[in-house]
C-alpha cells in the first residue's frame, strides 16, 4: 500500500507541475480496460509466482509486476494531477483490475504447485 500510495502521489505532483496532454497515445492507452491489458496482468502474476517458487531473482519478479501495475497506476496520477478526472478513474480502474488480476493468477499459480498458505493460529503451534 505503501508503493502504490507513493508512486500515486508522485505522479500526481508531476501532473499538477507540468502540462499533461490527454491524447498521447501513451497516456490514452492506459485509461481503458481492455483483452491486452487483462492478458498481461495475469501472465506476470503467474511468472511471478514461478519465479518466487524456484528462487529467481527478486527483481525479475518485481520487474514483471511493475510491468502490469505501475504504467496504469502512474497514469492515473498524471491525468488526474492535470485536470483530467474522468480519464485518471478509467486509468485507475485499469490498475485495479491489473492489481486483482496479478493477485488471482499468483494465487492459482500458487495452488497448482501444490503450495497452501498456513494458518497464523497453527503456524506458532509445536
Same mark, same amino acid.
Given at each position: 500500500? $505503501?508503493?502504490?500510495? *507513493?508512486?500515486? *502521489?508522485?505522479?500526481?505532483?508531476?501532473?499538477?507541475?507540468?502540462?499533461? @496532454?490527454?491524447?498521447?497515445?501513451?497516456?490514452?492507452?492506459?485509461?481503458?480496460? /481492455?483483452?491486452? /491489458?487483462?492478458?498481461?496482468?495475469? $501472465?506476470?502474476?503467474?511468472?511471478? *509466482?514461478?519465479?518466487?517458487?524456484?528462487?529467481?531473482?527478486? +527483481?525479475?519478479?518485481?520487474?514483471?509486476?511493475? !510491468? +502490469?501495475?505501475?504504467?496504469?497506476? *502512474?497514469?492515473?496520477?498524471?491525468?488526474?494531477?492535470?485536470?483530467?478526472?474522468?480519464? !485518471?478513474?478509467?486509468?485507475?480502474?485499469?490498475?485495479?483490475? @491489473?492489481?486483482?488480476?496479478?493477485?488471482? !493468477?499468483?494465487?492459482?499459480?500458487? %495452488? +497448482?504447485?501444490?503450495?497452501?498458505?498456513?494458518? %497464523?493460529?497453527?503456524? /506458532?503451534?509445536?
Amino acid at each position: 500500500m $505503501a508503493g502504490v500510495a *507513493a508512486a500515486l *502521489a508522485f505522479s500526481l505532483l508531476v501532473g499538477v507541475l507540468l502540462n499533461v @496532454d490527454q491524447t498521447m497515445s501513451e497516456l490514452a492507452a492506459r485509461t481503458p480496460v /481492455d483483452l491486452g /491489458d487483462v492478458v498481461l496482468a495475469p $501472465a506476470s502474476g503467474c511468472a511471478g *509466482a514461478v519465479a518466487f517458487t524456484t528462487g529467481v531473482s527478486a +527483481a525479475l519478479i518485481g520487474v514483471m509486476v511493475a !510491468a +502490469a501495475l505501475l504504467p496504469p497506476l *502512474a497514469t492515473s496520477g498524471l491525468l488526474l494531477g492535470g485536470g483530467h478526472p474522468i480519464l !485518471a478513474k478509467g486509468a485507475f480502474s485499469l490498475f485495479m483490475v @491489473d492489481l486483482i488480476c496479478v493477485n488471482l !493468477a499468483g494465487v492459482t499459480t500458487f %495452488w +497448482a504447485q501444490g503450495i497452501k498458505p498456513t494458518r %497464523w493460529l497453527e503456524k /506458532d503451534r509445536p
